[in-house]
């Protein structure tokens, strides 16, 4: 049973950083793409970024490319995701996602993803 923990969110002034973290089990870590997605209040999940196999495989959407940085660590089974530059457009509830971007449909039933956790960017 896939089983995916996020944690490190919070709340942040415009401009500041935050780390979040992903521990996952139940399934092979080392052989799967991960990915993050998120959710705003109202509107429908966003892909953010996914890591494949290899460490420097790594894609972003384009609203975050260039600030937010994804990384995994296999003998952990961890996955984070590093927010810098942070906007108030950045404020959602993110989701530490098995897969790639095409499991959108999956991400979107609940299945395959954590519960998230909330990030908030103030003025």
């Known amino acids: 049973q896939v089983q995916l923990v996020e944690s490190g969110g919070g709340l942040v002034q415009t401009g500041g950083s935050l780390t979040l973290s992903c521990k996952a089990s139940?399934?092979?870590?080392?052989?799967?793409?991960m990915s993050w997605v998120r959710q705003a209040p109202g509107k429908d999940l966003e892909w953010v970024s996914t890591?494949?196999?290899?460490?420097?495989?790594?894609t972003y959407s384009d609203d975050v490319k260039g600030r937010f940085l994804i990384s995994r660590d296999n003998a952990k089974n961890m996955v984070s995701l590093q927010l810098n530059s942070l906007t108030p457009e950045d404020s959602a509830h993110y989701f530490c996602?098995?897969?790639?971007?095409?499991?959108?449909?999956?991400?979107?039933?609940?299945?395959?993803r954590g519960q998230g956790t909330q990030v908030t960017v103030s003025t």
């Open positions: 996602a098995r897969g790639t971007k095409s499991w959108m449909g999956r991400w979107k039933m609940g299945d395959e």
């Open positions: 139940g399934f092979t870590f080392e052989s799967s793409a």
């Open positions: 890591i494949y196999l290899r460490l420097d495989d790594t």
